[in-house]
């Protein structure tokens, strides 16, 4: 059935670690967003893509890196430069209008 | 950069009443969207609004768009223990900034059976 599927649900690293959060869609969504969620805080947009091969920074870009080389891709890479880290990290994919979202990981950062 | 302001921060009510809440923004959005999330999940689109004025229902959750683009509110009639969670309101502003939703910062609903 058709969906978001975001992989690990649960992921901890060590500090100073690079880490790699999956975003895979079979919803055939052009669009595709990395958001990322802190408690108390609505969410803030960290990279989008319009389409394969281009992606933009959004509000909170420094620290991440995404890549899209594929249309039901969009995997974010969460360097040591990304001073805080931990967070809910959330994916979505858009049509028209509307966003629809993967289930989330959560990165603690030990 | 836009923001929106969402109200209340929280909520506790006992099963079976009425919930409000609403969003208020000093720009103007083209698209009105009210997302829950439960805890630990993703959000889940429970009404889209996309004309100032709209009103529109999803069974005891009702919507509108407000008449200057810049408010919109979410009600819950007869609320059950179900209704249990987080609340954000979400805009798009159209233009340059076309599919890039800015959201609120939610509203914690909690119900007593």
């Known amino acids: 059935d058709g969906g978001i599927t975001q992989s690990p649900k649960y992921l901890f690293r060590k500090e100073g670690q690079n880490v790699t959060l999956s975003c895979e869609q079979n919803?055939?969504?052009?669009?595709m967003y990395w958001y990322r969620q802190d408690p108390g805080q609505g969410l803030r947009l960290i990279y989008y893509?319009?389409?394969?091969?281009?992606?933009q920074k959004g509000d909170i870009a420094e620290g991440y890196s995404v890549s899209r080389e594929k249309k039901e891709s969009f995997p974010l890479t969460v360097t040591s430069a990304q001073k805080n880290p931990t967070a809910f990290y959330l994916c979505?994919?858009?049509?028209?209008?509307?966003?629809?979202f993967g289930p989330g990981t959560r990165l603690t950062v030990l | 950069g836009q923001q929106l302001n969402q109200s209340p921060q929280s909520m506790f009510i006992q099963e079976g009443e009425d919930v409000s809440m609403n969003c208020t923004s000093s720009?103007?959005?083209?698209?009105w969207l009210w997302y829950k999330q439960d805890p630990g999940e993703g959000p889940v689109l429970l009404i889209a609004?996309?004309?100032?004025?709209e009103l529109t229902s999803n069974g005891r959750l009702t919507a509108q768009f407000g008449i200057t683009r810049k408010d919109s509110f979410l009600n819950i009639s007869a609320s059950i223990p179900s209704d249990v969670g987080i609340y954000f309101c979400?805009?798009?502003?159209?233009?340059?900034?076309?599919?890039?939703?800015?959201f609120g910062q939610g509203t914690i609903l909690t119900v007593h059976p």
């Open positions: 893509s319009q389409i394969v091969n281009d992606f």
């Open positions: 919803l055939n969504h052009d669009a």
């Open positions: 720009s103007i959005f083209n698209t």
């Open positions: 979505a994919t858009r049509r028209r209008t509307n966003l629809f």
């Open positions: 609004l996309y004309k100032a004025g």
């Open positions: 979400a805009g798009d502003a159209g233009g340059t900034s076309y599919g890039k939703l800015t």
